[in-house]
């Protein structure tokens, strides 16, 4: 294994009854990624290292130190005195390589806060970071932390675990922001292949409804990307305004009277007060960003099937089914305000 430049500058200083003397000039200022600098003198000269971390700018210093040495004194280059050398490749230290040194004057980027702010953008999960790998010798340690978002996991591989625990934030926030470009991307494409479809006035009054509803509903409906399947919809409630919420709540508790003191004795005259409550329930849902649609399910000629949908994401649906279709929607719509009532309450 090779020396550090540390223990050669030790060594060389020791052979002369002399000791380097260290000393912390900077100590990073409470910046939350650190910049250390030490200066060492010995033998009547003097070399300053600057890191990202104590040790790495004592090593910085003692390599500054062996090369002033090696010039005043017309010494041949020192090669091992560079920073610390990996083991050879059969040990089974290292078997991680490190990601680029950072050049000590690099602007700061503060990876984690950034990740942070981009999760709550999303309404993402917080990351969650976990010490998966300690190897290494002690005077080169090598750190591994992974960063979970959500199902993502990206890994940061640094000599400190402050440094991989920003390599590991720094890569999570460079997938997300890929993927999140990329559905942007597919939006755009939708929407100018609606512009080109609009030829006639009816279709370009179909996109700009469609347009209108999506402005309105981007606040409520955003891109999610790390929330649970079963937790969506209780997310879904808790972000609803509260006097809306509370407007709709009522207006569906009346409705659910109207639906059950129906009589189905005239089919016909039935079908056209199922359709009329359906445009009611339309209107109620409206003022929360929630649309209505309904599906018959072919079935045996013994019962019908209706379903009622609505585009929450993922969708809500309630299944009707009876003898006759107007009874598969009279319990389809009955389904439906229960249940709505029930999430909403």
């Known amino acids: 294994m090779s020396k550090t430049p540390v223990s050669i500058l030790q060594e060389m200083m020791v052979k002369q009854n002399m000791i380097p003397d260290y000393e912390l000039i900077h100590d990073g200022g409470g910046r939350h990624v650190n910049t250390f600098t030490y200066r060492v003198m010995c033998d009547g000269f003097t070399a300053i290292g600057t890191g990202r971390c104590k040790k790495e700018a004592k090593h910085e210093a003692a390599t500054a130190m062996l090369t002033e040495i090696a010039k005043q004194r017309n010494y041949p280059q020192l090669p091992a005195a560079s920073t610390p050398t990996g083991s050879p490749s059969r040990s089974p230290f290292h078997v991680t390589p490190l990601p680029p040194k950072i050049p000590a004057n690099a602007p700061f980027v503060n990876a984690i806060g950034e990740l942070q702010d981009l999760c709550a953008e999303n309404n993402l999960q917080e990351p969650i970071y976990n010490l998966i790998k300690d190897s290494g010798p002690p005077h080169a340690r090598v750190f591994t932390i992974t960063c979970t978002v959500s199902s993502f996991v990206e890994e940061g591989v640094a000599p400190t675990k402050k440094m991989a625990k920003h390599d590991a934030a720094g890569k999570m926030v460079k997938r997300i922001k890929a993927l999140v470009d990329q559905l942007n991307s597919i939006e755009d494409e939708e929407g100018s292949l609606d512009s080109t479809l609009a030829t006639n006035k009816t279709e ?83 003022d929360i960003n929630v649309t209505v649609n309904t599906k018959e399910i072919p079935a045996d000629k013994s019962y019908f099937l209706k379903i009622i949908e609505l585009n929450t994401c993922p969708h809500l649906s309630q299944i009707g089914i009876g003898k006759t279709e107007q009874e598969a929607d009279w319990n389809a719509l009955t389904k439906m305000v229960e249940f709505l009532i029930l999430l909403l309450s």
């Not at 189905?264 to 109620?284: G, P």
């Open 204 to 286: 370009i009054m179909n996109r700009n409804a469609k347009e209108r509803y999506y402005s309105l509903n981007k606040s409520i409906k955003k891109m999610n990307l790390g929330i649970k399947l079963s937790e969506y919809h209780t997310k879904w409630k808790d972000s609803l305004e509260m006097d809306k919420r509370k407007k709709a709540l009522e207006e569906l508790h009346s409705y659910l009277n109207e639906i059950l003191s129906l009589d189905e004795e005239d089919a016909d005259k039935f079908t056209i007060i199922i359709n009329k409550k359906l445009s009611k329930l339309e209107t109620i849902l409206s």
